[in-house]
């Protein structure tokens, strides 16, 4: 049986010190540094192919961990992207059966994020890794709908990651405790979650995958809450005049991948939504490190070798054309 886990972070030391170096940092930077999480980021080589063999996963597709180049300053952003890019496309080259990878995409500057998704998926890229803010601008602004039309014209399917709220939000909601819990709660802990599956909705919102029917995309952590909501969300189809309620978006142009929460409780809910064909597996590395035991423990939660198939290779395959 093979295995691909399509939510695999890594890192370099220059963006990680741009990134450090901006005058409002990103706080949940501080997780990368946690124990040996750095310098695990930050390998693309032969510690990072022993973790695969050892939980038996046979491909990684590489995404650059949060927050992205999305905080760097115009110019940066898309110098970076394009290094990081050369990167990642280097690693895959070295070995070809191992990796593959989602580009990185410099959204602080609207004008070049298309041609960089088009020069990435030229250089045999899988699709895109994005944020669902970019200061404060949301993912669903205009500015983007010709990243949304080229991913959709190419094929690409974009993955929206969780992402630190912002600072007003931060205070507001998730303020008043001492800081590493207050960080915690803004972040992994239910922030993270929620600022995801609100970019999520606002594109279906937006009328998104009207104008792009074509357009996927992925979803972390069993879709960042945004699918178990339903009896809830639909009610905005009418009012936003969209053609279909809010469900059937997520059932036709969206794939849920599991980020290391290899809980079957979360796949039954996940098959009462949608179905088999949109459910890939990830781990979330290094964030999240399930061992080869737990990984095979999980397996057998599904109920015929078929879903299993689907859910370990053949979906990630289908979508992405590997």
């Known amino acids: 049986m093979s295995l691909i886990a399509i939510e695999e972070h890594w890192t370099t030391p220059a963006l990680t010190a741009a990134l450090n170096g901006l005058p409002d940092s990103d706080d949940s930077l501080a997780f990368n540094e946690m124990g040996d999480k750095l310098d695990r980021l930050q390998d693309l080589g032969e510690g ?26 115009p110019a940066d952003a898309v110098s970076l ?28 500057e609207p004008s070049a994020v298309a041609g960089e998704l088009e020069r990435a998926a030229g250089m045999g890229f899988v699709g895109a890794m994005v944020y669902g803010r970019t200061g404060d601008v949301a993912l669903d602004d205009s500015r983007y709908d010709d990243l949304f039309a080229t991913a959709a014209a190419l094929g690409q399917p974009i993955f929206i990651h969780p992402q630190i709220p912002s600072r007003a939000i931060r205070d507001a909601a ?127 939660a599904f109920g015929s070798d078929v879903d299993r198939a689907k859910f370990t290779s053949g979906n990630a395959r289908t979508l992405f054309k590997l």
């Open 48 to 73: 990072r192919l022993a973790t695969l063999d050892e939980q038996g996963i046979d491909t990684s597709v590489i995404a650059l961990t949060p927050p992205g180049t999305q905080p760097l300053a």
């Open 81 to 108: 992207s394009r290094e990081l890019n050369d990167t990642a496309a280097e690693a895959v080259r070295r070995h070809p059966t191992r990796f593959r990878a989602l580009a990185t995409l410099p959204l602080s």
């Open 174 to 300: 998730y303020g008043g405790f001492d800081e590493m819990t207050s960080l915690a709660l803004a972040t992994f802990g239910w922030g993270w979650h929620i600022e995801a599956g609100l970019a999520a909705l606002r594109l279906i919102v937006r009328g998104t995958f009207d104008r792009h029917p074509d357009l996927q995309i992925i979803l972390g952590h069993w879709g960042e809450l945004l699918p178990f909501w339903s009896d809830r969300t639909n009610s905005l189809s009418r009012i936003a005049g969209l053609s279909r309620p809010v469900a059937e978006y997520l059932r036709s142009n969206f794939y849920l991948t599991t980020s290391g929460m290899l809980n079957p409780v979360l796949l039954q809910h996940a098959l009462a939504v949608t179905t088999i064909d949109r459910l890939i597996f990830s781990t979330d590395y290094p964030f999240q490190q399930p061992t080869g035991a737990e990984i095979r423990t999980f397996l057998e």
